[in-house]
């Protein structure tokens, strides 16, 4: 059995032109404008938190998946993507 992710808690922050990472965190009652988000594939939350005018950035292993599932839609016409 593995050893769930410990997550970094950020609770009531304004963030703006800031560099953040999804991975491993929990945004709760937060803001977001105008930031870079990373993402690369790992477990987060977002919990009453909003984003504006920001971009959500995919590193490896997200990159792929992301690809993956672009190759899938277009190759598979009528065909669903399915997360359990």
């Known amino acids: ?12 922050q304004k963030f703006s032109k800031a560099k953040l990472s999804l991975d491993n965190h929990v945004y709760k009652n937060c ?8 993402y690369s594939g790992g477990q ?9 005018n920001s971009r959500l950035i995919l590193n490896h ?5 992301y690809s993956a599932i672009q190759i899938f839609k277009m ?3 009528g065909s669903r993507i399915v997360s359990e």
């Open 61 to 65: 292993p997200a990159k792929s998946i």
């Open 75 to 77: 190759k598979s016409p």
């Open 1 to 12: 059995m593995g050893l769930a992710p410990e997550y970094i808690l950020v609770d009531q």
């Open 31 to 38: 803001e977001m404008d105008d930031c870079d988000i990373y």
């Open 44 to 52: 987060y939350e977002l919990i009453d938190t909003h984003i504006t």
